[in-house]
Structure formats: C-alpha cells, structure tokens
Nanobody, 116 residues
Framework: QVQLVESGGGLVQGGGSLRLSCAASGSIFAINDMGWYRQAPGKQRELVAIITSRGSTTYADFVKGRFTISRDNAENTVWLQMNSLKPDDTAVYYC??????????WGQGTQVTVSS
C-alpha cells in the first residue's frame, strides 16, 4: 500500500511564498505522473500542476509564472514552489501520484491560506 505525506502548507501574506512537499512511501513500483490539485471552499477540485516521470510539466493558467513543480524520482517526492501568492490561491492542496497500472493515490491535503 502506498501512502503520501504532504507538508509545507500554512498562512502567508499576499505576495509571499510557500513550498509544498509530498513524499510517497510503501510498495511503490513505477510512478508515472505526480502532481497537485487544490480545492477551495464551495468549489470543485482543480488541477494545479503535473510533472511526468521524464520531467515534462503542465500548469493551470492561473499559476503559470508563479508556481513551479519539481520531483525527485529516487526519493519519490514532488514539490510545489508557490511564489507571488494571492488570496485566490487559498485552498486545500492535494498531491497525487499515478503509478503504472494502478489507480491514482491521493495525499491527505494541506491547507494554504493567503491573507490580503
């Protein structure tokens, strides 16, 4: 069984930065995609960023130029560097991994709150 442990959320002023991390542990075989979604109160969960096993990245338009996703394949860890944060970025951020041939595994979520 695979577990994801997230860390790095918190309260920050608008314009500030946070770095989220997500470490996978357990019976891990081959991880394809790793990524982050977020869900704000009263809204649906939405994609933030994805990184493939080869390092290709995809970002939602609303974070382009501000957020950077990265990963360490040897450590089964993915990070999300968030700069120039805005109050609209306030949400619970969830990491996920997609292993080859297995369903998506989700992290427990970490709260990010950006004050104006």
């Amino acid at each position: 069984q695979v577990q994801l442990v997230e860390s790095g959320g918190g309260l920050v002023q608008g314009g500030g930065s946070l770095r989220l991390s997500c470490a996978a542990s357990g019976s891990i075989f081959a991880i394809n995609d790793m990524g982050w979604y977020r869900q704000a109160p009263g809204k649906q969960r939405e994609l933030v960023a994805i990184i493939t096993s080869r390092g290709s990245t995809t970002y939602a338009d609303f974070v382009k130029g501000r957020f950077t996703i990265s990963r360490d394949n040897a450590e089964n860890t993915v990070w999300l560097q968030m700069n120039s944060l805005k109050p609209d970025d306030t949400a619970v951020y969830y990491c996920y991994i997609q292993e080859n041939g297995y369903p998506v595994t989700w992290g427990q979520g970490t709260q990010v709150t950006v004050s104006s």
